[in-house]
């Protein structure tokens, strides 16, 4: 798939179409248009055999319009002059019936935005040809290699619950009238395998899913293998009596713990009250070790955009500085309301979506701690390797937690016996401010990334 000019021209003829569309109607109307083009790829695959393979093409158009003070979104993927101008004079002639809101705003170049480039803007290594061009048989046996890997390391594997390849190839084209427009390009490549494992009458499940930007970068093989090992690693879990112990917290479940943290670090939910971190500003929230950075412009990222979802540029934010809360995370709007400018995390989910606030390539930076001289440094304590439901069991008001948890017993330095049954309990700020030791294995699933952290004490139950 390669740039298609076609595609950058009707997102300015939309813009310019909804001035005409304003004139016309006696009024300053301010627009964007958004224009997704994209091709996936998903291979299922189940028992060594294809189980279900889809290949979709899609492009859109969403646009925005903003007139004294009312904004209104439509979408289509009718990309004909003829339909793209029929949805911005709709849009144009509904807006009046919105209720206005004095923080809307369409960027412009004071706001952050980058002027419009016809020649694409900068290529920050988040996209690699390779991805669209490996033919699609060759995505299948990857499936079925990535599956295999797994069912063949372990006589105790008896059988895959789930194994998902994907991967695609986007590109991006914007244009406002303030300015503000251009194209990027992204390409991804991901999977998830989750098994089942048995010994006797014992039987475990164990899952493991990652991705990255570029096919040579992809294992499919170690997914499998990864998969495999921590289901077969459970084999024998049990409950422990409750107690109060040093808790290592693993990279997979690390990234889980951060991306939530960081959506309570969104400006938005801030400003809705919706926040355990609102008002905390300058004041220490974690130990004195612990950096959480949010970072657009991470070369090679996963998630990593010249430019957010409205037009204006990213930057690496770092959100939590030893400890003490620097700032939110804001898209435009969220920063007119909050008197500041917008970090570039304005996230769109396509063409069909306006968007929000949303992180890009999240991660607690690395200490300069071995994960074996973590575990090493432990008596008795407990590894976190597996969490159910972590969204829904943090107390949004006073961050109290109680996680359905799974993982190991740390004993005399050595991960031993594998525990299932049991509960993290806690506080989420006293969990912050207890981080003692951060590993160096700084490990990426995606866009997030987390080294193994060790937590001082927290309740087993």
Not at 119 to 131: C, I, K, P, W
Not at 212 to 234: L, P, T
Not at 273 to 290: C, D, H, P, Q, V
Not at 314 to 327: A, F, H, R, S, Y
Request: hydrophobic letters at 40%.
């Amino acid at each position: 798939m390669n740039f298609k000019k076609e595609h950058l021209d009707v997102a300015e003829l939309a813009v310019e179409r909804a001035k005409k569309a304003g004139r016309s109607a006696g009024a300053a109307v301010a627009a964007e248009a958004f224009v997704s083009d994209q091709e996936t790829i998903q291979v299922n695959v189940s028992a060594r055999a294809v189980e279900q393979m889809s290949a979709v093409k899609e492009a859109g158009i969403g646009v925005r319009v903003l007139r004294d003070g009312k904004m209104a979104f439509g979408s289509t993927n009718d990309l004909s002059k003829a339909a793209v101008g029929a949805l911005v004079d709709d849009l144009v002639k509904k807006v009046v019936y919105h209720t206005a809101d004095e923080f809307n705003v369409i960027p412009g170049v004071g706001d952050g935005g980058l002027a419009s480039d016809p020649a694409g803007h900068e290529d920050l290594g988040s996209f690699d040809e390779r991805v669209a061009e490996v033919p699609v048989q060759e995505k299948i046996r990857t499936a079925l290699r990535m599956e295999a890997a797994g069912l063949d390391s372990s006589p105790k594997i008896a059988g895959s619950m789930m194994a998902i390849y994907q991967d695609g190839t986007l590109f991006n084209y914007f244009a406002n009238t303030n300015g503000v427009g251009g194209w990027f390009r992204q390409s991804y490549v991901a999977a998830g395998v989750e098994y089942t494992a048995a010994d006797g009458d014992a039987r475990e499940s164990g899952s493991y899913e990652n991705g990255c930007v570029k096919w040579a970068d992809f294992n499919a093989e170690e997914i499998g293998r990864k998969a495999a090992e921590n289901a077969v690693s459970m084999l024998g879990a049990k409950p422990v009596p409750s107690a109060e112990m040093p808790l290592v917290i693993s990279p997979e479940i690390g990234v889980q713990m951060w991306s939530f943290i960081a959506g309570m670090l969104s400006a938005d939910e801030v400003q809705k009250g919706r926040s355990l971190f609102a008002e905390k500003i300058g004041t220490e929230i974690a130990s004195k070790g612990f950096t959480l950075i949010d970072d657009g412009r991470l070369k090679g990222g996963i998630s990593t955009a010249p430019v957010d979802g409205e037009g204006v540029a990213t930057q690496t934010t770092p959100l939590i500085v030893d400890g003490v809360l620097k700032t939110y995370l804001y898209d435009c709007y969220c920063a007119k309301k909050g008197k500041t400018k917008s970090t570039g995390n304005r996230s769109r989910g396509g063409y069909g979506s306006a968007g929000g606030v949303g992180t890009t390539n999240l991660y607690v930076k690395p200490g300069d701690v071995a994960p074996e001289a973590i575990f090493a440094g432990i008596d008795k304590g407990f590894y976190l390797t597996v969490v159910l439901g972590l969204f829904a069991a943090v107390d949004s008001a006073s961050g109290d937690f109680s996680i359905p948890s799974a993982g190991f017993l740390i004993e005399k330095g050595k991960k031993t016996v594998p525990v299932r049954g049991v509960t993290v309990g806690g506080n989420l700020f006293e969990l912050l401010k207890a981080v003692d030791k951060i590993g160096s294995d700084l490990t990426w699933f995606q866009s997030l990334g987390s080294p193994t952290v060790a937590v001082s004490h927290v309740k087993i139950g």
